[in-house]
């Protein structure tokens, strides 16, 4: 057997026509026989034959080298000669606005096919392709059974992607600049002010120009909207009757004759064609149906009466714990019995507090004396003098406070945060009359962060006096402000209406 | 309970008479807030439409537009609320099909006017309401401005140094005004809708 070494150099002489005539004559011989051997002999002639391809290796290495040359010309030529200055813009160093950019360079489509042919053949675009290869070959499925020779001029058109970016980008620059007209150009047009020369032209615009065409009439309108001051006080007038007034129609004899069983036929008629619709007047018979209930349970009351009467009692021995280990058995059921019967009864009053609530009860619900803040309002200077007072005022030494404050030396312009203060001070003294008087000096000084507080401190004082329409008028005014009190002024303002007796 | 005449509601619609209004809401208010509720609305939903509704109506009285022949002022208050309502639904691609109509309205008061007025209300609504989130200040300078009251005086009342200064200012209020509303999703519905 010939070894494999031997063999293939003589298949190589053979190849190149080494062998000698006698040699030659065998091989050929063998070559007949051997069908592995011819094709051995097979391939060593393709691969001799194509490394001997010298002349088509330099031809490919020549096209490739015009094929690079190509893409740079075609970079550095740019489209539409867009790139004509774009030296002076590499050159830039200063800093120049956006006016200057758009108006010296015509800058920014050059810019962008200059920064578009630079990243052409960057990996992102490749890496943008393949994420897009789906729906380009969605596409291609889509185009399948077209003949593109019929549509003439489209695969132009596809691949006319510069024209696409730079179409792109005129958007872009469109949306982002500035509109060519202010607000202040329109109005001076919509009410005749504008200069002869300038109207024609900003005419001569408006009629071309959509986007100017819907400023214009925004303007327009927004002036015809806002000249309605008529409208905007109904809608505020509505507004407030709707959030302090009740939406029933019928008054509140009637809830209760109804209630009672003692309406007559017509009326009855009348009351229950409404309550079937009027959501808010069910909920309001349905709460005077429960107060009564409540107020029917005398023994409940009674008792509760009596708890309270034992746990005085039971306090004044200084019974400090209910669970006390000298107390017997009975006793410590006793007193089971007596917080299980409290818990219950406090539930009680929570249930009968809406409907019972008097005024004091409202005013202690909703008085509560702010923490002091004159820093807010006054000067430095004025601080200090006030530190005295801050002290006495948080010890909640009402008397002291009143007569440092009646002694300060303040500003006339100041002097709202003096009468705040001797207000509240006076309120928590039950000096309501006093402190009405200096509330109202806080409100008419017109201009502080005083006043929505001393509305409200002032509509509480009308209510411990008792004095329902002057504190309602209070209670609306800071309705009115919107501010932190609303809520609670909305809730005092229905109270009004239908509980406080 | 007193009641009142449709003459006497409108006249006093139009005077915005504090009683006659609180007449309107304690007569009227609670069967459209029963039609909103049993129509996918809540009773913040019915708050505003039966005060559109009154808007819609003083409006038409400005005009002089309104005449009841066949109707009441109950049947075209109802009628302007459901119309209201229905608008509002069409908004929130609610089905208006399967309607629980509770209110008893008139189908021929809907024409072309009063559904242009809507409209317009609606689009006034917005501005308005965007006016009001302005600081006083801008406020009244706007108002005063609208009133056609002299520069100088405006200048005077605001206490501002000179009278560009106030015309300065007008234009920067009216251009946060503007660009409040343009940022508004309720502007960008109208606009939608318009085209």
Known sequence: ?501 | MISYTDAQILKGILRHDNLILQYIYKQYYYKVNYFIKKNQGSEDDASDIFQEAVIVIYRKLKENDLIFEKSSFQGYLFSVCRLLWLKQLEKRRIEKEKLNDSLPYQEDIYDDNLIELIEKNEKYGLYQKHFKTLSSDCQKLLQLFFEKVPLKEIARIMGYKTEKYAKTRKFKCKELLIKRIKQDTEFKKILEDDT
């Open chain 1, 1 to 501: 057997m010939t070894p494999k070494t031997e063999l293939f150099g003589r298949i190589e002489d053979y190849c190149l026509n080494l062998l000698d005539a006698r040699e030659k004559e065998d091989f050929e011989k063998e070559l007949t026989l051997n069908e592995e051997l011819r094709d051995e002999v097979k391939l060593h002639h393709d691969i001799q034959d194509a490394v001997l391809e010298l002349d088509v290796i330099a031809l490919k290495a020549s096209l490739e080298k015009i094929q690079r040359e190509n893409t740079l010309n075609s970079f550095e030529n740019g489209s539409f000669a867009l790139l004509e200055e774009l030296d002076e813009i590499k050159d830039l160093k200063e800093e120049l606005t956006f006016e200057q950019l758009i108006d010296t360079f015509e800058s920014l489509p050059k810019v962008h096919v200059y920064q578009h042919g630079k990243t052409a053949n960057e990996n992102i675009h490749r890496f943008y392709e393949e994420q897009n290869g789906s729906e380009m070959n969605g596409f291609e499925d889509e185009l399948e059974g077209i003949e593109l020779e019929e549509l003439d001029g489209l695969e132009e058109a596809i691949l006319e992607s510069d024209i696409l970016n730079l179409r792109d980008t005129l958007k872009q620059v469109a949306k982002s600049v500035e509109p060519q007209y202010s607000a202040e150009d329109i109005d001076s047009y919509l009410n005749g002010e504008m200069g002869d020369e300038i109207l024609a032209e900003f005419e001569a615009e408006l009629e071309m120009n959509q986007d100017l065409q819907f400023e214009v009439n925004l303007h327009n309108e927004l002036d015809n909207a806002l000249g309605e001051f008529d409208v905007m006080n109904l809608r505020d007038k509505m507004k407030n009757i709707m959030s302090a007034e009740t939406s029933w129609n019928v008054s509140e004899q009637t809830i209760e004759d109804f209630i009672d069983g003692m309406l007559e036929e017509d009326l009855l008629m009348e009351f229950n064609a409404e309550l079937k619709e009027n959501t808010d007047l069910m909920a309001e018979v349905s709460l005077r149906n429960h107060i009564n209930k409540a107020i029917g349970e005398s023994d409940i009351l009674s008792l509760r009466a009596k708890l309270a009467h034992a746990r005085k009692e039971s306090e004044k021995k200084e019974v400090k714990s209910i669970v006390m280990p000298q107390f017997d058995l009975k006793s410590t059921r006793f007193w089971r019995n007596s917080v299980a019967m409290i818990i219950v009864l406090v539930g009680l009053m929570g249930a009968l507090n809406t409907g019972l609530q008097s005024v004091d009860k409202t005013y202690n619900k909703y008085f509560d004396t702010p923490t002091w803040a004159s820093e807010r309002s006054i000067n430095t200077s004025s601080v200090d003098e006030y530190q005295k007072v801050r002290q006495y005022f948080a010890e909640e030494d009402y008397t002291k406070t009143i007569e440092l404050l009646e002694h300060t030396t303040t500003t006339p312009q100041e002097a709202f945060v003096k009468n705040f203060y001797l207000a509240l001070s006076y309120q928590n003294l039950n000096q309501y009359d006093k402190a009405i008087e200096a509330y109202t000096r806080v409100i008419d000084h017109g201009d502080n962060l005083f006043i929505e507080e001393a509305e409200w401190y002032k509509s509480l004082c009308y209510l411990k006096l008792n004095q329902k329409n002057e504190a309602k008028n209070e209670l609306l005014a800071v309705i009115e402000r919107k501010g932190h009190y609303e809520n609670n002024a909305k809730a005092i303002v229905r109270k009004l209406k239908y509980t406080i007796k």
